[in-house]
């Protein structure tokens, strides 16, 4: 069975950290570029960061760079993303996913995406930043 669960997410300050995991399973993630995208409350869904398959080339929004890292270990079959410097706009739930693709970027950031443009997506960890 295909499939991918995240972890990690929880109740932070402003300004504290956060690292989230995603482990796939019923296949292997290694020949996919891999996406980590949010959805606020209210809002739709947003691209975050994605890598590609040998984690050699990675992308984030504007809202992030600088303070997230998305990495992979492919040997361990787990995406991840660490937060830095967190603030209340980072609230959100997080989804992993994978492209439909193999060996393919699909998803492009700057247009309207729903989980359904992906291959696969796991059910969200929740980020909530709050003092």
């Known amino acids: 069975q295909v499939q991918l669960v995240e972890s990690g997410g929880g109740l932070v300050e402003p300004g504290g950290s956060l690292r989230l995991s995603c482990a796939a399973s019923g296949y292997s993630i290694s020949a996919y570029w891999m996406y980590w995208v949010r959805r606020a409350p209210g809002k739709g869904l947003e691209w975050v960061s994605d890598i590609e398959a040998g984690g050699g080339a990675t992308r984030y929004a504007d809202s992030v760079r600088g303070r997230f890292t998305i990495s992979r270990d492919n040997t361990k079959n787990t995406l991840y993303l660490q937060m830095n410097s967190l603030t209340s706009e980072d609230t959100a739930v997080y989804y992993c996913?994978?492209?439909?693709?193999?060996?393919?970027?699909?998803?492009?950031?700057?247009?309207?995406?729903?989980?359904?443009?992906?291959?696969?997506w796991g059910r969200g960890t929740q980020v909530t930043v709050s003092s």
């Open positions: 996913a994978r492209d439909p693709r193999l060996f393919q970027r699909t998803i492009m950031p700057g247009r309207p995406i729903t989980l359904e443009d992906f291959g696969s």
